[in-house]
């Protein structure tokens, strides 16, 4: 998530033009009142964020077409911290873990930033109008029945999570050696955590790249045909799999080594390129299927996840 916990961090919002998404809002000041139906709405989408991917409320800022503007004044003097806090514990069942409200002085007030981690052992969340909510296309709309079902089973299904990174803050400079047309092998790093409190024993993680990129040096994998529902020759596809023993189970807590993957990139594709990257994870009870992209600019690399603002990778 991003991190926000200063004006500037609001105002960096507005001038990168950072979209409302998934696990983005935005909302003005006056949002945050102490009537009946404002504390049921507050609740509403605090529940909705923490029944779908988690994410973050940001209130005292205007927008136009979901896009940031500018921030509001703040909200009134008797809206703080704890009073928020008092409201959602008191009108939210069962208790959202892990909530944080960050408060930041704006031009004649506070506003405030809501960070809601995903629920796991306790999902779903109810609101005070005994429904259940979601977070689809930057609303808060009630949940299905089978929407419902699958959020309880969090607690006893793993949910796992496969992260990418490359280079130091997720972008990397190409390096060729004299005369060379490929570069020197960069490493796409292939990190998989789990969500909930249920150990994952057993796991099937594919990670599909791009043919355009040079052959790889695989590290950690194995070279695959393509999972079920993708074709033949779209994506050069590697797999690894988990089973416990010999494997240690996949938990919550633990902070597993990363995977990696070598890649070169030719000369021909290093300005103004794009290359697209698939991850899959499977496990008992649960697929997740999450898609990259790396830019190339002038032989600098960009990785951009699947929720980032700044990049919608294609499918």
């Known amino acids: 998530m991003l991190k926000l916990e200063t004006l500037a961090g609001l105002q960096k919002l507005i001038a990168d033009g950072v979209a409302e998404s998934l696990t983005l809002d935005y909302k003005a000041s006056p949002s945050l009142?102490?009537?009946?139906?404002?504390?049921?709405e507050l609740c509403k989408d605090v529940t909705a964020f923490a029944n779908s991917a988690g994410g973050q409320i940001v209130y005292g800022m205007e927008e136009d077409k979901n896009f940031?503007?500018?921030?509001?004044?703040?909200?009134?003097?008797?809206?703080?911290k704890e009073w928020i806090e008092q409201v959602i514990d008191s009108r939210v069942q069962p208790r959202i873990d892990g909530l944080v409200i960050t408060p930041i002085q704006l031009a004649k007030g506070f506003g405030f930033v809501l960070t809601i981690p995903q629920a796991t052992s306790r999902a779903p969340h109810q609101a005070p109008d005994k429904k259940y909510y979601k977070r689809q296309n930057f609303q808060s709309l009630p949940m299905e029945?089978?929407?419902?079902?699958?959020?309880?089973?969090?607690?006893?299904?793993?949910?796992?999570q496969v992260m990418l990174s490359i280079g130091t803050n997720n972008t990397a400079r190409l390096k060729f050696a004299p005369q060379q047309e490929i570069s020197k092998p960069l490493t796409l790093s292939v990190l998989v955590t789990n969500r909930?409190?249920?150990?994952?024993?057993?796991?099937?993680?594919?990670?599909?790249?791009?043919?355009?990129?040079?052959?790889?040096?695989?590290?950690?994998?194995?070279?695959a045909g393509p999972p079920t529902g993708h074709a033949a020759g779209e994506k050069m596809w590697?797999?690894?799999?988990?089973?416990?023993?010999p494997d240690l189970p996949i938990f919550q807590e633990a902070t597993p080594n990363p995977l990696g993957l070598n890649f070169s990139i030719a000369t021909k594709f290093i300005n103004s390129s794009y290359f697209d990257i698939t991850t899959i994870v499977q496990t008992p009870g649960y697929a997740s299927t999450d898609y990259w992209a790396i830019a190339c600019n002038s032989g600098l690399l960009k990785l951009y996840g699947p929720n980032d603002p700044n990049w919608m990778p294609t499918k």
Do not use: C, M, N
């Open 196 to 223: 909930s409190p249920q150990p994952a024993y057993h796991a099937v993680v594919y990670v599909g790249l791009d043919v355009d990129f040079g052959v790889p040096v695989d590290v950690g994998f194995d070279r």
């Open 33 to 40: 009142g102490k009537d009946s139906r404002q504390r049921d």
């Open 238 to 245: 590697f797999v690894k799999r988990f089973t416990s023993p």
């Open 68 to 80: 940031p503007t500018k921030l509001d004044d703040g909200a009134d003097p008797s809206i703080t």
């Open 145 to 160: 029945d089978y929407e419902i079902r699958d959020t309880l089973r969090r607690a006893t299904t793993p949910t796992l």
